[in-house]
């Protein structure tokens, strides 16, 4: 059995992807061995490590947006919309909080000090504590406080968090990317194709951002989960670049990509067709390994 090091980048719902890929890799002879993520990848990294991936499939799977909605405690801070509270005593009711040196598998969550520039690596201590740490998504979430130091979304500083994985002494490390360049739907053919300046796009982004700024007021009594996206795409576009730079300065021995606009950050009610996306992705990257692996055994 091949043992893995695996590499759970950020990117909000679509993180849930990781599930579909993990499901194809336990189906194809791989033994998880060490994750390494940053938000999302934290999330489900940490599930899986604590055996309650099926638990958390499931709950997540029924969510509705307006689900998403009552989870969302406003905070009313300058530092961020929601405190997170809600979403991680949801999520410790339904999965257990475990402490990470307990873990079957070796876990590593990763976070931002962006007073000292520098990522926090939590290997230790209560799982939903390094969780919510790491999905301490700028604007969206306050920091969470650490050790007396306020974190933020480790994917600021390195969304695919590679180098916690070194000392690993696994087969093979593999590394899964959210932020890939994005794609478009075609209104001739609806087929994928990929845009053809990212600059051009970039730019309609912070565009589209500034005019919503002016035009959308967020009011006490309610939430326009819209408003906060355009901003978690502009989020999304730094984080593509921080991401291929890591990936070229430390390369995992194989790497699966998404486009980083294949679902929306807050879109968590479209689980179902990430999970299944996900799947497909390790499929079309990682069955030709799995194939030479098998030939020469």
Not at 3 to 30: F, K, M, P, Q
Not at 79 to 86: A, C, E, N, R, W
Not at 92 to 106: A, F, K, T, Y
Not at 147 to 161: E, F, H, R, S
């Amino acid at each position: 059995m091949t043992t893995v090091s695996l590499v759970l980048g950020s990117g909000g719902a679509r993180g849930l992807a990781h599930i579909g890929i993990i499901h194809w890799l336990e189906e194809n002879g791989y033994e998880i061995k060490s994750i390494s993520g940053c938000s999302m990848g934290a999330l489900v990294g940490g599930t899986y490590a604590s055996g309650k991936l099926s638990e958390f499939e499931h709950w997540v799977k029924a969510v509705t947006k307006m689900d998403i909605i009552t989870l969302l405690d406003i905070s009313w801070s300058t530092t961020g919309f929601f405190k997170g509270d809600k979403v991680i005593n949801t999520l410790v009711d339904l999965v257990g909080n475990q402490l990470i040196e307990d873990l079957p598998i070796r876990y590593t969550a990763v976070a931002a000090d962006l007073t000292n520039e520098k990522e926090i690596w939590i290997n230790s201590g209560e799982l939903f504590n390094a969780i919510r740490a790491s999905i301490s998504l700028p604007m969206l979430f306050t920091p969470y406080s650490y050790k007396g130091v306020n974190l933020i979304d480790g994917g600021v500083l390195n969304p695919v968090p590679i180098a916690p994985t070194f000392g690993d002494r696994t087969d093979v490390t593999i590394a899964v990317n959210l932020c890939g360049p994005p794609k478009n739907v075609s209104a001739a053919d609806g087929k994928p194709v990929e845009l053809s300046n990212d600059t051009e796009n970039f730019h309609d982004r912070i565009t589209s951002f500034i005019k919503n700024l002016q035009q959308k007021v967020i009011l006490k009594d309610s939430i326009d989960l819209d408003a906060y996206d355009i901003v978690n795409q502009a989020f999304d576009a730094m984080q593509s670049t921080i991401a291929r730079q890591k990936l070229a300065a430390y390369p995992p021995d194989y790497t699966i990509e998404l486009a980083r606009n294949a679902c929306g950050t807050l879109e968590f009610e479209r689980a179902a067709e990430m999970i299944e996306l996900g799947y497909q992705q390790a499929e079309e990257n990682l069955n030709a390994i799995s194939s030479g692996n098998a030939a020469n055994q």
